[in-house]
């Protein structure tokens, strides 16, 4: 699409994942374009606003959000705020009549998400919740191989998110901001990332949380916790996030007939994808290459797509919703230390 056809976004929050990712990613979007920035930080707006040709009339405060109404430029939002802050962000976007993209988790909670769903729903705009893991072209290959029956039924899946945190003066150790802790943030590419590759949702979860002693950092929020969730099909997955350990982001799925192993299954890049498979009594060991693309371009793309061509995201807030129906059934399994049905 020549650029001034391209869906029109305003990015809401101008912090690392909008500075690093999300504006870089729109300069290989083909569907999109940035053309207004919303930040409680006006000058650094403006410097951002100069680099990426964003006009500076276009430039608004979180309570300014209904003047955007006015603004026909803008057809929809990118909510990239801390997560306590989606709820109020999307419901001014859709209140001003602007399509949501917003940023994973979906809310706080499942009450908050069921919100924005009617909200959106009301003013009759889309509602899109940015699994860009979904976007990405491994993921999605180990989605069909796994899907295709050719190595026969997914029996044991394990996912794990991890990587080391610093100082606790983040909004991440903040309960009212964060809604949790390691759960949300990255826990959650594991239990999104295992309901994708199985394409079904887990009838029953187990759970357990470890916070460190006397760490004042996760007095709030947890910092480890494992999981395993139960599926209809007989599958199992053993799932573990933790902000204290060493950086690993994988996926693992053992088959009747053969493995998928995705390396960074959910890094921004440096996806690997090795298959190994029973051949005649021998184990043939692969790898899949695939000429890497931006993920959250692809993401971007996909959700324009969608405002553009009147279409359902393939990720809409439900998927977001589900999710935290999960996280709460997991909070629920390690609190009470027994497994909760879904
Ligand atoms: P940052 O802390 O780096 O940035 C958040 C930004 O939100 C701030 O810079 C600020 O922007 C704005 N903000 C508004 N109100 C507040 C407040 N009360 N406290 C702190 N910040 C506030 O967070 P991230 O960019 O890492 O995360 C933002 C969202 O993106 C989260 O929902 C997170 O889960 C998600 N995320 C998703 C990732 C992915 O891979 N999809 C990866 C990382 C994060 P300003 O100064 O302009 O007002």
Redesign the pocket.
Request: proline share 7%.
């Given at each position: 699409r020549a650029p001034e056809k391209r869906l029109g976004v305003a990015i809401v929050?101008?912090?690392?994942?909008?500075l690093n990712?999300i504006l870089p990613a729109f300069r290989q979007s083909q569907l999109a374009r940035p053309v207004a920035l919303v930040?409680?930080?006006p000058e650094?707006?403006r410097a951002v606003a100069e680099q990426y040709g964003i006009d500076p009339a276009a430039i608004y405060g979180?309570d300014e959000m209904a003047r955007m109404a006015e603004n026909s430029e803008i057809e929809a939002v990118y909510i990239?705020?801390?997560?306590g802050?989606?709820r109020d962000h999307a419901l001014a976007a859709a209140k001003a009549g602007k399509h949501v993209l917003c940023?994973?988790?979906m809310a706080n909670t499942s009450a908050e998400a069921q919100e924005m769903i009617a909200a959106c729903r009301e003013a009759g705009v889309r509602l899109m919740i940015?699994y860009?893991c979904q976007y990405e072209l491994f993921n999605l290959e180990t989605a069909r191989l796994t899907q295709s029956g050719e190595l026969g039924a997914p029996r044991i899946i394990h996912a794990t998110n991890t990587q080391v945190h610093g100082s606790g003066d983040?909004?991440r150790v903040r309960a009212a901001?964060s809604g949790g802790g390691a759960l949300p943030?990255i826990g959650l590419y594991c239990l999104n990332g295992v309901r994708t590759m199985l394409g079904e949702d887990p009838t029953e979860v187990y759970a357990q949380i470890v916070n460190p002693v006397g760490d004042e950092r996760y007095k709030e929020v947890e910092e480890t916790l494992s999981f395993t969730l139960r599926f209809p099909s007989g599958a199992i997955a053993n799932c573990a996030t933790s902000y204290g350990a060493h950086e690993c982001k994988n996926m693992e799925i053992r088959l009747e007939k053969g493995s998928l192993e995705l390396e960074n299954a959910f890094a921004?890049q440096g996806q690997r994808l090795y298959v190994a498979q029973l051949q005649d009594g021998q184990e043939q060991m692969s790898e899949i290459r695939l000429a890497p693309q931006n993920q959250f371009a692809l993401e971007i793309d996909h959700f324009a797509d969608c405002v553009l061509h009147d279409r359902t995201p393939n990720t809409p807030g439900e998927e977001g919703l589900q999710d935290h129906l999960l996280m709460e059934a997991i909070y629920r399994s390690a609190r009470e230390g027994v497994p909760v049905k879904i």
């Open positions: 929050g101008l912090g690392r994942l909008t990712q930040s409680g930080h650094k707006a979180y990239v705020t801390p997560n802050l989606h940023e994973k988790p940015a860009r983040q909004w901001l943030d921004y």
